[in-house]
């Protein structure tokens, strides 16, 4: 598929709004937003946004393809503020140990000579590319392309990372990680499945506009989640199964629903392969033993099994809590791929694998290639068609050895890997021990971060190259249900700081001696659809007032909702049932309770990056503690505590049956010290209070689900 470039004279405009600092003279340096029709940049949903010198902030827009009644969360609202604050305005080169300010000149000098040294010295694989769910489509794009024209697939996103188990398992077996449904329809489901996800309060918008009136209108909302919160509130059913347990929980569903009969056996028949092989495993099941081992009433759990087999349609919600802790396996994903194929809810509205993603481009960044196994629109990187589509475009053979994922790259730091470009993300803070990762940053050859605010990434850095917060570029992004959006500038950037697009074309043009890319975001993205499939059919002027959604091939006039609605998206008609003995942790596997007698499973959330606040505020932080653990230790409300974990954690114990027993809660910059490193999530709590009267035989059994 090779198409004629479009004239240089054709090149639209991007009507971008170049809004200089205080417009109207007033004398307030505080800077003024033009009101461009944006998407909002704190989640995933893709909210449509603009700023409003009414209100000071931002507005939702009517009539936008996520939120049409022009609803925003509290996050949303804030979005414009404080753009200006904390903002690296120049160039950084480090000079005798120090970050000193530069010319562009001479920072883009010294990237261009160093990487290029690296490559030239070491082959391409010793460089690494780590960004940008933050960031557009189009410099994702280019990103991705710059490292592969430069001749290495070590390109990746840590947004990869949060939602690995849900992506890896839904590939693997209907050949597409992206959520299977829409927003939309999946508020016509009869019964929602959320496991380790809290949407009312992470997904706001899609949360109060797509499921809870559903729920309002009768349909059955369970949560499987071992801490109560935002979405519990609006749930029928919570069931607290213990960390660990997720997949036998759901195993014991399936075990119920085949009792019950509630087989869909004409879609098992035509798309699926393994069904009797896939019964058989569960003929050995011990459904008491399992119920047992989660934690969770037998009688519960055959009710929502009732539930799901009466539903017309049952739509599966998952967040982060669903990944399997050690980064590695997929079982509860795969138990759930497994209820939702046995049931016949794939492919129709209303049902489905809906992975609630998290940053606003999560999804974006991996579409357009920022993946180190992938081309743009997912086709493998040796795959011979899709090599011929880019080599047309970029006059370069990609590479066809798979690249290093973010994670490999961090660890290769000083040996295989010698240089690093960091766009738009802050690797330095991981769930890794702090120490190993600082020492492996400062292994590093070179070290070029593109950031709009100093970060633990930027402290590394020989070369800082200050880019655009989201407010001051356009180009597009694609939220979690494969909407893509324009983004527009509502400002320039401040000072001498550059539009992350043009430092990366820059970039580009200089390494690889091309004009490497098109002048406007515009172009780049007419690029990007003659190399992605899943875009082919897009264009900005199809975007200007709504959302164009993948997969959208060429000459179609509308995207695809449902997928794999008459075949997977591997164009295979079926995909398998998976026996229980590849899926199920009830034997060798872990709950993580009860390695230690004082043993803890700490529970977290996403770390936040509103109002961060972390170890450094001198407040111990709270934990939240069951009473019966609490109990058990001679820990009172408001006592103070001890964790020992990878780190000592001191905290001040809030007792609550929010939380299951056998866990505790802890906001994740805490929760990160503790855990760094480990694979195990047990910690042992103890009382910090000298006084305090330990009666470990006054630990009762009842659960607090
Ligand atoms: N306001 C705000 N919204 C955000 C973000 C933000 O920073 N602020 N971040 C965004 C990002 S990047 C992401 S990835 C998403 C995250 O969105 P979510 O994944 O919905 O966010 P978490 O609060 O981390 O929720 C995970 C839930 O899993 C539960 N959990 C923990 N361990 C287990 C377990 O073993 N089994 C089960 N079943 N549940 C478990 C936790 O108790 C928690 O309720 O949110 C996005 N939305
Ligand atoms: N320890 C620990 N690690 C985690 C998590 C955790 O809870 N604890 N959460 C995980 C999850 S769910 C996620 S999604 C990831 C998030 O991982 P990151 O995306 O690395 O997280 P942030 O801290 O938000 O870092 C984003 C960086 O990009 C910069 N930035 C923001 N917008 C732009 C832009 O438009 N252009 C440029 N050039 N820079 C920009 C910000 O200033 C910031 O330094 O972290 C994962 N890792
Ligand atoms: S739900 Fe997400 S996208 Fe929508 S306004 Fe809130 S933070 Fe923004
Ligand atoms: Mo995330």
């Keep these: 598929m090779s198409r004629q470039r479009e004239p240089a004279s054709e090149r639209e405009s991007d009507a971008e709004a170049d809004v200089p600092p205080d417009t109207d003279g007033d004398g307030d340096d505080s800077r003024r937003y033009a009101p461009v029709d944006t998407v909002c940049p704190s989640c995933s949903v893709g909210c449509g946004l603009r700023y409003s010198d009414r209100t000071g902030g931002a507005v939702g827009r009517e009539g936008a393809p996520v939120n049409p009644e022009g609803r925003l969360c509290p996050k949303g609202i804030e979005a414009f503020d404080g753009l200006d604050e904390n903002r690296l305005t120049t160039p950084l080169v480090r000079e005798d140990g120090e970050l000193v300010p530069a010319s562009w000149e001479e ?100 949360f109060d506009s797509y499921v809870r009136p559903a729920v309002n209108d009768g349909a059955t909302l369970v949560h499987v989640d ?3 919160n935002r979405t519990t509130r609006a749930a029928d059913v919570h069931l607290a199964a213990r960390p660990g347990t997720d997949a036998l929980l759901v195993n014991l569903l399936v075990a119920e629903l085949l009792e019950l009969d509630a087989v869909d056996r004409e879609f098992v028949e035509a798309r699926t392969t393994g069904f009797e092989a896939f019964v058989d495993s569960f003929e050995a099941f011990d459904a008491d033993a399992g119920a047992e081992r989660t934690g969770v009433d037998r009688e519960k759990i055959r009710r929502v099994a009732r539930a799901i087999g009466d539903a017309d349609g049952t739509a599966v919600i998952v967040g982060t809590g669903a990944e399997a802790p050690d980064h590695r396996g997929t079982e509860t994903v795969d138990a759930l791929l497994n209820l939702l ?33 992938t081309l743009p629109g997912f086709d493998p990187v040796d795959d011979s068609e899709a090599r011929e589509r880019v080599a047309a475009e970029w006059g370069a053979d990609p590479p066809t050895d798979p690249g290093l994922s973010e994670l490999e790259a961090v660890r290769a730091f000083g040996d295989d890997v010698r240089g690093a470009y960091v766009l738009g993300e802050n690797p330095a803070v991981t769930r890794m021990e702090t120490q190993f990762v600082a020492r492996k940053f400062e292994t590093l050859d070179f070290l070029v971060v593109q950031d709009i605010a100093p970060s633990e990434t930027v402290e590394h850095a020989d070369v800082v190259l200050p880019g655009s917060a989201w407010a001051e570029k356009g180009g597009t992004v694609t939220n979690l249900d494969r909407q893509v959006q324009r983004m527009r ?50 264009s900005y002027a199809g975007l200007e007032s709504g959302s164009q959604r993948w997969p959208f091939p060429e000459g179609a006039t509308e995207g695809v909702g449902v997928l794999h609605r008459d075949r997977f998206m591997n164009g295979e008609k079926r995909a398998p049932l998976l026996p229980i003995r590849e899926t199920d942790d009830a034997e060798g596997g872990e709950t993580d309770v009860g390695d230690s007698p004082s043993g803890l499973v700490v529970l977290t959330r996403t770390r936040l990056n509103e109002g961060r606040s972390g170890p450094d505020d001198g407040d111990a932080p709270e934990l939240l503690v069951h009473p019966d653990d609490a109990a058990a230790r001679g820990i009172r409300d408001d006592g103070r505590v001890v964790l020992d974990g990878a780190e000592r954690v001191d905290a001040v114990a809030s007792l609550s049956a929010e939380v299951r027993e056998g866990t505790v809660f802890l906001d994740a910059e805490w929760a990160d010290r503790l855990l760094a490193g480990r694979e195990s999530r047990t910690v042992d709590v103890r009382t910090a209070d000298p006084n305090s009267d330990s009666d470990p035989k006054s630990t009762s059994t009842s659960t607090s689900d």
Excluded: W
């Excluded at 010294?110 to 780590?130: K, Y």
């Excluded at 769910?133 to 947004?159: I, Q, S």
């Excluded at 998290?358 to 920022?370: F, I, P």
């Design 226 to 228: 071992p801490r109560a």
């Design 107 to 206: 920072a883009l000098g010294r990237v261009e000579r160093e990487l290029g040294g690296l490559v030239d010295a070491h082959g391409p694989d010793s460089l690494a590319f780590l960004g940008a769910p933050r960031c557009t489509n189009e410099e994702n794009y280019l990103f991705g392309k710059l490292a592969r024209m430069l001749g290495t697939n070590n390109v990746d996103n840590r947004a990869r990372i949060c939602h690995r188990s849900a992506v890896t398992a839904t590939t693997r077996r209907f050949g597409c990680g992206a959520m299977t449904n829409t927003l939309e329809d999946i508020s016509e489901a009869d019964a929602f499945l959320v496991v380790g996800s809290n949407p009312a309060a992470q997904q706001p918008i899609a």
């Design 341 to 373: 194929l046995l049931t016949g809810n794939v492919g129709r509205r209303g049902a489905g694998m809906n992975v609630l993603r998290g940053l606003n481009n999560e999804q974006g960044a991996n579409d357009v290639g920022a993946r180190p196994t």
């Design 489 to 538: 500038a509502a400002a320039s950037p401040p000072d001498s700081a550059r539009r992350d697009i043009d430092v990366v074309r820059e970039l580009g043009q200089r390494l690889t001696g091309t004009t490497f890319a098109a002048e406007t975001p515009e172009g780049v993205f007419k690029e990007l659809t003659r190399v992605n499939p899943l875009y082919a059919g897009m």
